[in-house]
Protein backbone atom coordinates (compact mmCIF):
# COMPACT_ATOMS: atom_id res chain seq x y z
CA UNK A 1 0.00 0.00 0.00
CA UNK A 2 2.98 1.98 0.26
CA UNK A 3 3.29 2.72 -3.75
CA UNK A 4 1.52 5.47 -5.22
CA UNK A 5 -1.85 5.13 -7.15
CA UNK A 6 -3.78 7.52 -8.69
CA UNK A 7 -4.30 10.58 -6.97
CA UNK A 8 -7.89 10.60 -6.95
CA UNK A 9 -8.57 7.35 -5.51
CA UNK A 10 -5.83 6.22 -3.40
CA UNK A 11 -3.72 7.40 -0.37
CA UNK A 12 -0.38 6.74 0.82
CA UNK A 13 0.18 4.99 3.59
CA UNK A 14 2.11 8.31 5.00
CA UNK A 15 -0.90 10.03 3.96
CA UNK A 16 -3.55 7.98 5.84
CA UNK A 17 -1.15 8.26 8.97
CA UNK A 18 -0.85 11.63 8.45
CA UNK A 19 -4.50 12.26 8.11
CA UNK A 20 -4.81 9.97 11.23
CA UNK A 21 -2.74 12.17 13.41
CA UNK A 22 -4.36 15.26 12.45
CA UNK A 23 -7.28 14.08 14.06
CA UNK A 24 -5.60 13.29 16.94
CA UNK A 25 -4.84 17.09 17.16
CA UNK A 26 -8.56 17.96 16.98
CA UNK A 27 -9.28 15.22 19.74
CA UNK A 28 -9.00 17.26 23.39
CA UNK A 29 -8.26 13.84 24.77
CA UNK A 30 -6.04 12.85 22.55
CA UNK A 31 -4.26 15.71 22.25
CA UNK A 32 -3.84 15.75 25.97
CA UNK A 33 -2.06 12.03 26.08
CA UNK A 34 0.19 13.28 22.85
CA UNK A 35 1.19 15.78 25.04
CA UNK A 36 2.15 13.57 28.20
CA UNK A 37 4.35 11.69 25.83
CA UNK A 38 1.82 8.71 25.13
CA UNK A 39 1.74 6.94 22.12
CA UNK A 40 -1.93 6.33 21.08
CA UNK A 41 -2.36 3.55 18.04
CA UNK A 42 -3.87 5.03 15.07
CA UNK A 43 -6.82 2.25 15.35
CA UNK A 44 -7.81 4.54 18.79
CA UNK A 45 -7.57 7.50 16.95
CA UNK A 46 -10.39 6.54 14.46
CA UNK A 47 -12.47 4.99 17.30
CA UNK A 48 -12.09 7.84 19.62
CA UNK A 49 -12.54 10.31 16.21
CA UNK A 50 -16.25 8.23 15.70
CA UNK A 51 -17.08 8.63 19.59
CA UNK A 52 -16.49 12.43 19.40
CA UNK A 53 -18.38 12.85 16.07
CA UNK A 54 -21.55 11.08 17.44
CA UNK A 55 -21.17 13.17 20.78
CA UNK A 56 -21.50 16.44 18.62
CA UNK A 57 -24.07 15.22 16.88
CA UNK A 58 -26.00 14.42 20.32
CA UNK A 59 -25.08 17.59 21.23
CA UNK A 60 -26.34 19.88 18.28
CA UNK A 61 -29.55 17.86 18.68
CA UNK A 62 -30.25 18.58 22.20
CA UNK A 63 -29.41 22.20 21.35
CA UNK A 64 -31.88 22.01 18.59
CA UNK A 65 -34.26 20.78 21.14
CA UNK A 66 -33.80 23.57 23.29
CA UNK A 67 -33.58 26.62 21.02
CA UNK A 68 -36.89 25.34 18.90
CA UNK A 69 -38.30 25.26 22.97
CA UNK A 70 -37.56 28.85 23.67
CA UNK A 71 -38.49 30.40 20.57
CA UNK A 72 -41.94 28.70 20.70
CA UNK A 73 -41.81 30.52 24.55
CA UNK A 74 -40.70 33.92 22.87
CA UNK A 75 -43.08 36.46 21.63
CA UNK A 76 -42.03 37.22 18.09
CA UNK A 77 -43.67 37.01 14.23
CA UNK A 78 -43.86 33.63 12.93
CA UNK A 79 -41.43 35.65 10.14
CA UNK A 80 -38.69 36.51 12.77
CA UNK A 81 -38.39 33.09 13.69
CA UNK A 82 -38.07 31.74 10.14
CA UNK A 83 -35.30 33.94 10.12
CA UNK A 84 -33.42 33.48 13.26
CA UNK A 85 -33.76 29.49 12.66
CA UNK A 86 -32.56 29.85 8.63
CA UNK A 87 -29.88 32.14 10.27
CA UNK A 88 -28.82 29.47 13.03
CA UNK A 89 -29.10 26.75 10.41
CA UNK A 90 -26.36 27.98 7.81
Known amino acids: MSTR???TSQFTEDEIYNLI???QALLPQLEQRKNNGRVVAP?????E???YIRKLHRER???SER????L???DMSR???QLLRTVLLQ
Open 21 to 23: FKL
Open 43 to 47: SKILK
Open 79 to 81: VDA
Open 49 to 51: TCS
Open 67 to 70: LTAL
Open 5 to 7: RSR
Open 61 to 63: DEL
Open 72 to 74: DDM
